[in-house]
């Protein structure tokens, strides 16, 4: 672990204001890890002290994968409260565990048995049931069903961005777009990078206490200045349907690094 990068202030000038929400630009990816993992504990503490528990939703895909190794490896982290977190998946593929494909076989790799979360709150999507997304939809009632009404949501959700605009398995011109009241769905179609997936929704995303964006290196930065201008509609670039904050009672941070901001 290379000595920690001085961090930059939270700007929103790198990118210009038309990205909606916060954004953070690191002067590397370790310096926006470093960004994303104090706002990640910071959640996790305030939440478990009002809850008792905390709801951590995690999307596959490369980029995070040495934030979420940094999580079990790096001192900073050492007080997360993992025995009160749940651990959410974003999105999954239609394929076992033991595949090269399955977002879940890579991240319990790193926590399951690293985290200390109990077995009970660690929550895989059965992806190749047939009825996988109305099993995790009961699921996430369940855990979800035992706060108040009005917390009965995910409390921190890390989303990732394809070069085409998608996120999570929300993929451009996709019926699962449109899907106003299920918060877990199914996605295919030839637009989507096989296999066919399971993903959570808007509905359940919009809903969360802080959605982040981890978004890293030159390959990112012409779809973040295209996400930026704005004039796509969200069935074109599914990213722009993420807002938790039109309710008023969540957040959207882009976690970006300079290669990634700067097209
Ligand atoms: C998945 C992810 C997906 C990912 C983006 C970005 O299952 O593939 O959930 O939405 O976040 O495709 O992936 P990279 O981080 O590899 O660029």
Same mark, same amino acid.
């Given at each position: 672990?290379?000595? =920690?990068?001085?961090?930059?202030?939270?700007?929103?000038?790198?990118?210009?204001? !038309?990205?909606?929400?916060?954004?953070f +630009?690191?002067?590397? #990816?370790?310096?926006?890890?470093?960004?994303?993992?104090?706002d990640?504990?910071?959640? !996790?503490?305030?939440?478990?002290? #009002?809850?008792?528990?905390?709801?951590?939703?995690?999307?596959?895909? %490369?980029?995070?994968?040495?934030?979420? &190794?940094?999580?079990?490896?790096? =001192?900073?982290?050492?007080?997360? =409260? @993992?025995?009160?977190?749940?651990?959410?998946?974003?999105?999954?593929?239609r394929?076992?565990?033991?595949?090269?494909?399955?977002?879940?076989?890579?991240?319990? &790799?790193?926590? +399951?048995?690293?985290?200390?979360?109990?077995?009970? &709150?660690?929550?895989?999507?059965?992806? *190749?049931?047939?009825? !996988?997304? /109305?099993?995790?939809?009961?699921?996430?009632? *369940?855990?979800l069903?035992?706060?108040?009404? %009005?917390?009965?949501?995910?409390d921190?959700?890390?989303?990732?961005?394809?070069?085409?605009?998608?996120?999570?398995?929300?993929?451009?011109?996709? !019926?699962?777009?449109? /899907? &106003?009241?299920k @918060?877990?769905?199914?996605?295919d179609? =030839?637009?989507?990078?096989?296999?066919?997936?399971? *993903?959570?929704?808007?509905?359940?995303l919009?809903?969360?206490?802080?959605?982040?964006?981890?978004?890293?290196?030159?390959?990112?930065?012409?779809?973040?200045?295209?996400?930026?201008?704005? #004039?796509?509609?969200?069935?074109?670039?599914?990213?722009?349907?993420? #807002?938790?904050?039109?309710?008023?009672?969540?957040?959207?941070?882009?976690?970006?690094?300079?290669?990634?901001?700067?097209a």
């Amino acid at each position: 672990m290379s000595d =920690p990068i001085p961090l930059m202030p939270d700007t929103s000038d790198s990118v210009g204001p !038309a990205l909606p929400g916060r954004v953070f +630009v690191g002067t590397d #990816k370790f310096a926006t890890y470093e960004k994303l993992g104090a706002d990640l504990i910071a959640c !996790a503490h305030d939440c478990v002290a #009002k809850f008792g528990d905390f709801h951590f939703a995690l999307s596959g895909g %490369s980029t995070p994968f040495p934030f979420y &190794q940094s999580l079990m490896t790096d =001192p900073h982290y050492r007080s997360f =409260p @993992w025995t009160r977190t749940h651990l959410w998946i974003v999105d999954e593929r239609r394929v076992p565990f033991d595949n090269a494909l399955s977002n879940w076989g890579h991240i319990a &790799q790193i926590f +399951v048995g690293h985290s200390g979360i109990p077995d009970s &709150q660690v929550h895989p999507m059965m992806a *190749t049931a047939s009825d !996988a997304a /109305e099993q995790y939809e009961v699921l996430l009632h *369940t855990c979800l069903g035992r706060r108040a009404p %009005s917390e009965q949501r995910l409390d921190f959700v890390l989303l990732g961005m394809g070069d085409n605009g998608h996120t999570a398995s929300l993929f451009p011109g996709t !019926a699962v777009l449109d /899907e &106003q009241t299920k @918060w877990v769905s199914y996605c295919d179609g =030839p637009t989507v990078t096989p296999p066919p997936r399971v *993903t959570m929704t808007y509905p359940l995303l919009n809903a969360a206490r802080h959605v982040g964006v981890l978004a890293l290196g030159v390959g990112k930065a012409e779809m973040i200045a295209r996400v930026a201008i704005g #004039k796509d509609d969200f069935h074109v670039l599914p990213i722009l349907g993420v #807002k938790p904050a039109e309710g008023k009672r969540g957040e959207l941070v882009w976690y970006l690094d300079r290669a990634a901001s700067t097209a």
